[in-house]
């Protein structure tokens, strides 16, 4: 039975000999990547965007431009679902080995709606980062106040008690 | 569960139904009658009344779900909050509630200074009082 041993610590370690004394005479941490980087033989990138339905070959039933109405295209693409399945039933009574052009129709349809729905999630992300905004300048707003009334209240406890050592006196 | 996760449920419930009900009919369905030489075959009474039931009313109820899961995304989609279009606008609200929180995390800041300024200041005196009431030091 072969066991094996731990792998040995990166030979870099000799490098920190006197980081206690003098940290500036150790190497630096590596910076962060940026670009493309590949780990355990597969390649990885940085730029986390979603890809466009071209990149991936499918077709795209939606109209392109800068403003797409994701409503309107949800609710369109939606019907012409419903539209789809009921062709497949019909061709599947009447002609029942051309089901394969159907289906593919009906995969089309479904990988444009999960595609059309991820591309909302950047629009989500950046009214949740608005919501965040407003609420942390709601609280500091609170803050602001409440140290204000503080200071007020603790000036007139002190005038008070000025007032009545004075009075004692 | 957020509006565009369950709108994404939504669309793999509508997938699984759409799939289950034609798979469900294509397995089910009697088969069809190709030449009037070949009679059908002698159909067993208790099966006869049972799958007749089936067949007639399962697609019902099948349809019915697939619909009702339809009309459910569409209430779903009615659902988003798609305020105003346009992620420069977005960006814009940003940037303006950034600024905005800046500004009043200054006034905070300074707030803060001034008020514990302030405490330390009646800190300092009242250990002083304290002091001279210890030492029975006369009040000046």
């Not at chain 1, 039933?89 to 089309?108: G, H, N, T, W």
């Not at chain 2, 793999?12 to 009658?33: E, H, K, M, S």
């Not at chain 2, 800041?109 to 800190?123: D, G, R, T, W």
Request: overall charge negative; glycine content about 4%; aromatic content about 6%.
């Amino acid at each position: 039975m072969a066991t094996a041993t731990y792998p040995p610590p990166p030979p870099y370690y000799r490098l920190y000999k006197k980081y206690l004394e003098d940290p500036k005479s150790a190497p630096e941490p590596p910076p962060p990547i940026e670009g493309t980087y590949n780990l355990f033989g597969a390649t990885y990138t940085t730029d986390d965007v979603l890809p466009s339905l071209e990149e991936q070959g499918v077709r795209q039933l939606y109209p392109k431009g800068p403003n797409v109405d994701f409503k309107k295209e949800l609710r369109s693409l939606n019907r012409e679902l419903l539209l789809h399945i009921l062709e497949l039933a019909d061709i599947l009574v009447e002609r029942p080995s051309q089901y394969a052009r159907r289906v593919e129709d009906i995969s089309l349809i479904f990988k444009n709606l999960h595609h059309l729905l991820n591309s909302l999630r950047p629009h989500q992300a950046r009214a949740t980062l608005i919501h965040i905004l407003e609420l942390q300048i709601h609280r500091r707003k609170q803050a602001v106040e409440d140290i204000k009334r503080r200071r007020e209240e603790a000036q007139k406890l002190l005038k008070e008690a000025l007032g009545t050592l004075e009075g004692q006196q | 569960m957020d509006i565009i996760s369950q709108l994404q449920e939504q669309v793999n419930t509508i997938a699984a139904l759409a799939f289950n009900t034609i798979g469900t009919l294509q397995r089910d369905a009697p088969p069809v009658r190709l030449s009037p030489n070949y009679p059908e075959p002698p159909p067993t009474a208790a099966s006869a009344a049972e799958d007749a039931a089936n067949i007639a009313e399962q697609p019902q109820l099948m349809s019915a779900a697939l619909v009702k899961a339809a009309k459910q995304f569409d209430s779903l989609v009615a659902a988003l909050p798609l305020a105003e279009g346009g992620e420069e606008a977005q960006l814009k609200r940003i940037a303006e509630l950034q600024a905005e929180n800046d500004a009043i995390g200054q006034e905070l800041q300074k707030q803060l200074e001034a008020a514990e300024k302030e405490l330390k200041q009646v800190q300092e005196l009242f250990s002083q009082a304290t002091d001279d009431c210890l030492n029975l030091k006369r009040p000046d």
